[in-house]
């Protein structure tokens, strides 16, 4: 009797041995399936997260890139604006050569055609008075002299803007003609070097009087005086011209040895343009 208690027990045992260790098996797979959906999830996590984060990163790219495209559209409009006024309110480019040059620059920037028209619609509106060109003349880092070509409809907030960032980057407001006399205005008409050879450009600088020429990899530049902008401009008109404005080049450049100053000086001219009132910086440096 004792011998069939024991197998009883032994068979009874081995089945709960049998059962636990299922039991056993199914918990690990349970767990093990778990397991493997939690990685996945995760998993996916990460890869939505960094989609995520690509898109954020794009995103604010473009919003980045946007802005600086809405900062030149608004200067680009307000010079167009203001050409017509100071003009005389003669819209048409071809009896107007300030509108034109502006309407050219615009156009080189991709600036749309209702842009264009909405900003000389606006010269006659109930604002146009208001706006207002102003040139400050001020002093930065490493000596340098700088002319900070403003157009504004609000003098005193242009004015408050320039100062705070000259504070900022170590620079001064100066007085009137303190720097100007390092610069002269003239006109700049750019080339491209792939559609113009360079006994063009030579003989177009003597054609139009031109005092200086620069060469980059890309571009001719021809400086030539203001005052004859009028008279040449029929000639340049039949060349193929990417861009013709006015600038105030320095006589002469100064050299900065310091790094961190070159640094500074750089930071400083890209805050200025940054400016919604600002329309150019010129800087000897």
Known sequence: MSSIINALYDTNAANLYTNDTNILILTLQSELAYSQRSHSLVDSYHIFMSGHSKWSKIKREKQAKDKVKGNIFSKLARQITFSVIEGGNITDPEKNVKLRLAIEKAKSYNLPKQNIERAILKASGPDRSSLKEIIYEAFGPGGTSIVILVTTDNINRALSEIRRILDKFAGKLGNQRSV??????????????????????????????????????????????????????????????????????????????????????????????????VQKVFANY
């Open 180 to 277: 100007m006399y390092l610069f002269k205005k003239c006109t700049a008409a750019t080339f491209n070097v792939k559609d113009i050879s360079e006994e063009e450009i030579f003989a177009l600088a003597d054609k139009i009087e031109a005092f200086d020429i620069d060469k980059t990899d890309e571009h001719y530049t021809v400086y030539f005086p203001f005052e004859l902008l009028g008279q040449d401009s029929e000639f340049l008109k039949r060349l193929k011209l990417e861009n013709t404005e006015v600038v105030y080049k320095p006589n002469s450049l100064i050299k900065v040895e310091d790094e961190a100053t070159g640094r500074k000086i750089q930071e400083l001219l890209e805050a200025l343009e940054d400016l919604d009132d």
